[in-house]
């Protein structure tokens, strides 16, 4: 199986020290070289990803071509644009990506999309972790990330934690 992943999947797992679940529920995840520049700055000037590298197990590959719809769209980043099109050229099973418009301009693609909270929410279902509830937590308190408050109901309840 491949997969392309975006930058803040990788970043906030490599935050919240789960990375290694990727190559565990994936096999190959490859992404563009705006996706490891994007990771290495934020590690490099965001005090919150002080300290992370980039996982060895991403295989960095070039772009042959970007999607000529997802340039028009200015609520996508070029990271998010990139890695987009980098799924639909290399048949990739499924997009790790977070940020809204960017799932749903995938989405419309045909791209099946999988966020950090399916990725947990899998990793718990094959037995990779115990709970995802303290690893949702992490993100909150150290990655400042923000979820929907319903989605989170949602998949504590998937996860049979609430």
Same mark, same amino acid.
């Given at each position: 199986? !491949?997969?392309?992943?975006?930058?803040?999947?990788?970043?906030?797992?490599?935050?919240?020290?789960?990375?290694?679940?990727?190559?565990?529920? &994936?096999?190959?995840? !490859?992404?563009?070289?705006?996706?490891?520049?994007? &990771? $290495?700055? #934020?590690?490099?000037? %965001?005090?919150?990803?002080?300290?992370?590298? &980039?996982?060895?197990f !991403?295989?960095?590959? =070039?772009?042959?071509?970007?999607? =000529?719809?997802?340039?028009?769209?200015h609520?996508?980043?070029?990271?998010?644009?990139?890695?987009?099109?980098?799924?639909?050229?290399?048949?990739?099973?499924?997009?790790?990506? %977070?940020?809204?418009?960017?799932?749903?301009?995938?989405?419309?693609?045909?791209?099946?999309?999988?966020?950090? +909270?399916?990725?947990?929410?899998?990793?718990?279902?094959?037995? +990779?972790?115990?709970?995802?509830? =303290? #690893?949702?937590?992490?993100?909150?308190?150290?990655g400042? &990330?923000?979820?929907? =408050?319903?989605?989170?109901?949602? !998949?504590?309840?998937?996860?049979? $934690?609430?």
């Amino acid at each position: 199986m !491949i997969v392309v992943t975006d930058t803040s999947v990788i970043l906030n797992l490599c935050l919240i020290q789960r990375a290694e679940l990727l190559p565990q529920l &994936f096999g190959k995840i !490859i992404c563009p070289p705006s996706v490891r520049a994007e &990771f $290495e700055r #934020l590690a490099k000037y %965001d005090p919150r990803f002080a300290g992370l590298f &980039f996982p060895e197990f !991403i295989e960095v590959k =070039p772009v042959g071509k970007i999607q =000529p719809e997802l340039g028009a769209n200015h609520r996508i980043h070029p990271g998010e644009i990139e890695a987009i099109s980098l799924a639909l050229e290399s048949n990739a099973q499924a997009l790790l990506i %977070d940020e809204r418009a960017g799932r749903q301009a995938a989405a419309a693609l045909g791209l099946q999309c999988i966020g950090i +909270l399916g990725i947990l929410l899998q990793a718990k279902s094959k037995r +990779l972790i115990e709970s995802v509830s =303290p #690893l949702i937590a992490q993100l909150e308190s150290q990655g400042q &990330f923000w979820m929907a =408050p319903g989605l989170v109901k949602r !998949i504590l309840e998937l996860a049979g $934690e609430t």
